[in-house]
């Protein structure tokens, strides 16, 4: 019965890590387009090795955004000096 129950409970997070970061990834680029004045399909997104980190281009600009997820509702914004 343990192993069922460990096998769920990893299932059911990892399953909610991939969600997150597509909602993540969402985030970065809205708050993106917004910040560029760019149409969110010419934003390029590429994840960085750190969690809800980002590296943003698009309409010749670029930023590093960090993202995150609290209660439900997603946001993102650039990090200053980047």
């Given at each position: ?7 769920l ?29 760019c ?44």
């Amino acid at each position: 019965m343990r192993p069922t129950l460990v096998a769920l409970l990893t299932g059911s997070l990892i399953g909610s890590l991939t969600g997150c970061a597509g909602k993540l990834d969402n985030a970065a680029r809205a708050q993106a387009a917004a910040d560029f004045k760019c149409p969110e399909d010419q934003v390029a997104l590429t994840r960085d090795e750190v969690y809800g980190k980002y590296h943003v281009t698009g309409c010749k600009q670029k930023g590093v955004y960090s993202a995150q997820c609290l209660m439900g509702k997603c946001s993102a914004e650039r990090l200053r000096g980047k």
